[in-house]
């Protein structure tokens, strides 16, 4: 399961930087959400798939370690945030000039 | 009643801009928006001075947020690199806001971010846990998006999004780190970390340090990291310019000097930030030496700046983390003047290109003299504070037995001499029609080259204390039995 789940993490690390490479604008923003989707995968791989009770009510030894957890939610709405953000700059960008290429002029 | 409120102390440079922020969101009028924000700044300002002068004597503060015992709950800590690093991130930061203040650039928007930014800086300077000091980032870096983008033209709007995007890759690098030795230790809060990471395995730890130097790296903008800095500072007003070269690189300097003490001592120099700290640097001044524009130039040299810092760092003396420390301190308050010198030169003249500019010093007399003087402190001339910080360098690393980093360095003091000397030259003399700055905009430099001179004529009093702040970070003991209770 781990190594499953480790698998992929990988594809969306690769997908993301593929994506991040790519001209069009609105593809970079998605490559970059995907790459914290990427780190989001990796916090729950850290605490281990052992798939354990639920904390509360749970006798010692067999819940799932519920902190990892909680920083992925905190994760999760921080990159939310961002998203929304660069997806308004993109709107911003588009409103500027039309075209939404960026390239290095 | 007097000890419960002093032992709240270390949370308020984080809650009143907190507070200030979201009451400018509210839209108050111009006025009580510039009073606003100038008190929020002060306050942050006589705060951290308070605690500056309550640790004098090493102690170390924590505070453990909503009364969960340190490691379960989330701690805040002021120890005195903490509290030297708020000092210095409040007075830039109210430096700056009074200069944008006098160029007319303060909207509500503005005002607003520029709280949200000091409150994520002084965040991220006082939390004791990893995973906090990631919150902190992302709070920080939002503002800064924010502040960037703020009012951009389209070409602007585009640097800005390539900042916003390797700063999004350094935060995916900070969480792969922090579920890497979260897995491994099994905790994140910092003075915990100190403590079970000898037991943990060597693996998962190594990797998990290798991707936090990759993500403060990154921030810090060390080689060869550091590609993106000079495009990004080139966008925002002086004001905003000063507060972001002087403060934002250095929160990444100060996750290094946090993380790479206290978390993974290095135990003797070590080569791989040795190498990073050459680099950074030689290609820094390199690069300034390429330019021509004084924003640009100016750009530059911060990255070639860091590299001292992170020389201090690599040496892993208490002689070099202090140097190191009194370097930042330092650094941040000459460029920041350099960045509102040169602010104001553009606000005045609508340009900082070196080839439309010209005789500046012949109607600016203050201005020219207020540029020198950091210009000097920044290449390390004595009696200001430079040279004191790259002497406690040089010496640190000679202790080390490390010649080459100091021969690096002092080669690189004289190309940063010659390029300020460049901008010097073509700036303030020469031919040209220039026009007279308004003191206003003339007075905040002027501010922080006083501070520079000051320092430099009392530098035992910064250095004992930059020194103090080295010794909780190599010595360890004290910030781990503060924040654990032992």
Redesign the interface.
């Known amino acids: 399961m781990a190594a499953l789940v480790s698998l992929l993490a990988g594809v969306l690390v690769a997908t993301g930087i593929y994506l991040?490479l790519a001209r069009s604008?609105l593809r970079?923003i998605i490559g970059?959400s995907l790459?914290?989707h990427?780190?989001?995968v990796?916090?729950l791989?850290?605490?281990?798939l052992r798939g354990g009770v639920p904390v509360i009510g749970a006798s010692k030894g067999t819940m799932t370690d519920p902190?990892?957890q909680a920083?992925i939610l905190?994760?999760i709405v921080?990159s939310f945030?961002?998203t929304a953000?660069?997806l308004a700059?993109?709107y911003?960008?588009h409103l500027?000039?039309g075209e939404e290429d960026?390239d290095g002029? | 009643m007097v000890a419960r409120l002093l032992e709240a102390l270390p949370a308020l440079p984080i809650v009143v801009p907190h507070l200030a922020a979201i009451l400018l969101l509210l839209r108050p009028g111009r006025r009580v928006r510039r009073t606003l924000g100038l008190a929020s700044c002060l306050g942050s300002l006589a705060v951290s001075v308070t605690l500056v002068l309550l640790l004098r004597g090493g102690r170390v503060m924590p505070i453990q947020a909503g009364g969960w015992a340190a490691p379960f709950g989330i701690t805040i800590v002021a120890d005195m690199l903490g509290a030297l690093m708020v000092l210095i991130a409040s007075l830039i930061a109210l430096v700056g806001l009074v200069f944008t203040v006098a160029s007319g650039r303060d909207d509500r928007f503005v005002h607003a971010g520029w709280q949200f930014l000091l409150a994520g800086i002084n965040w991220a300077f006082l939390t004791g846990d990893l995973?906090n000091l990631?919150?902190a980032y992302?709070v920080m870096?939002?503002a800064s998006?924010?502040l960037l983008?703020h009012g951009t033209?389209?070409?602007q709007?585009?640097e800005?999004?390539g900042y916003?995007?390797i700063n999004?890759?350094a935060?995916?690098f900070f969480?792969?780190g922090?579920?890497?030795i979260?897995?491994a230790a099994g905790t994140l809060n910092i003075a915990h970390l100190v403590e079970r990471i000898p037991q943990a395995p060597a693996l998962p730890v190594r990797a998990g340090a290798y991707m936090l130097l990759t993500a403060f790296g990154i921030k810090a903008a060390i080689f060869p990291l550091y590609f993106w800095l000079p495009h990004a500072y080139a966008i925002p007003p002086g004001g905003t310019a000063a507060f972001f070269g002087g403060m934002l690189t250095k929160v990444g300097v100060y996750s290094l000097f946090r993380v790479f003490t206290l978390v993974f001592p290095s135990g003797g120099p070590d080569p791989l930030l040795l190498w990073c700290a050459a680099g950074t640097m030689l290609f820094g001044v390199l690069g300034a030496l390429a330019q021509e524009e004084v924003r640009r130039i100016l750009s530059f040299h911060i990255i070639s700046q860091v590299g001292y810092m992170i020389m201090g760092l690599a040496l892993a003396s208490q002689i070099g983390v202090a140097g190191g420390i009194f370097y930042i301190l330092h650094h941040i308050v000459v460029k920041a003047g350099l960045i509102l010198a040169g602010g104001a030169i553009e606000e005045t003249h609508g340009t900082g290109r070196l080839d439309r500019l010209g005789g500046v010093a012949r109607t600016n007399g203050v201005l020219a003299t207020v540029f020198v003087i950091c210009a000097l402190s920044l290449a390390g001339v004595p009696p200001f504070s430079g040279f004191f910080a790259k002497l406690l360098l040089i010496r640190a690393g000679l202790e080390a037995g490390q010649p080459g980093i100091v021969a690096v360095s002092i080669v690189v003091s004289i190309l940063t001499l010659m390029s300020m000397l460049k901008i010097y030259a073509a700036v303030f003399w020469g031919p040209g029609e220039p026009k007279r700055a308004p003191a206003r905009l003339v007075i905040p430099a002027a501010l922080l080259a006083a501070i520079t001179v000051a320092v430099g004529l009392r530098a035992q009093v910064l250095s004992s204390l930059a020194s103090t702040a080295a010794g909780h970070l190599t010595t360890r003991t004290t910030y781990v039995n503060a924040v654990m209770k032992r």
């Open positions: 991040l604008l970079q970059l790459l914290s990427a780190a989001n990796v916090i791989l850290a605490a281990g902190l990892p920083l905190t994760a921080i945030g961002v953000f660069l700059l993109g911003r960008m500027f000039g960026r002029s | 995973f990631y919150v992302e870096l939002i998006y924010f983008t033209t389209r070409h709007a585009r800005a999004f916003v995007a999004l890759i935060s995916m969480l792969f922090v579920a890497l979260y897995s």
